[in-house]
């Protein structure tokens, strides 16, 4: 049964590590016959909440910007998979905007389950423990999601670094084909 999946890539770097991830992982989704749509972070108009909680008297947010129609695509999606760099240890700052942002969606009625995190560090693959905690918080927010699977791709600085961890790479094509 196709389900339609969102993925969102939320490093700024154009060829980032975390993209790379993002595409196999959508390539795996695609080869498995599911409904894909992969959106970037890339040139967005992404402002921080405002913490005045209108959102949860209305659909959408307040502020004006790009990340009411990416919240949307969130609510809408089945399945979410978010690819990030890791800064610090940490996810970085464009997905905890977002997700920050999708705060609408706590009181809607979302259709995703299954959440998946991609994410890439030039450290090892425990760098990515401050993200999978990150977004874990998040999850823990909407009782009928789950964190369905991670990807680690350790190892990679330099933009397309990936492309030579073809195991990581591996990793995030066959996350996307078991959905």
Request: net charge neutral; with cysteine; proline share 3%.
């Amino acid at each position: 049964m196709s389900k339609k999946v969102l993925i969102l890539s939320t490093s700024l770097r154009l060829g980032s590590n975390s993209d790379l991830l993002a595409q196999q992982f959508a390539q795996g989704a695609r080869d498995a016959g599911h409904q894909v749509e992969l959106i970037s972070l890339h040139g967005k108009d992404l402002r921080f909440c405002n913490g005045c909680m209108a959102c949860l008297k209305a659909p959408r947010c307040v502020i004006r910007d790009d990340a009411n129609d990416i919240v949307e695509k969130m609510g809408a999606a089945e399945v979410l998979c978010f690819a990030t760099p890791v800064y610090y240890y940490e996810l970085s700052g464009q997905m905890k905007t977002l997700l920050d942002r999708a705060n609408p969606l706590y009181s809607a009625d979302y259709q995703f389950r299954d959440v998946y995190l991609l994410a890439a560090s030039a450290e090892g693959d425990s760098a990515s423990d401050g993200p999978i905690n990150g977004l874990m918080g998040w999850i823990s927010c909407f009782e009928k999601a789950r964190l369905a699977g991670v990807v680690r791709g350790g190892g990679a600085n330099d933009p397309g670094e990936m492309a030579r961890l073809t195991e990581k790479l591996t990793a995030a094509y066959e996350m996307g084909k078991k959905i």
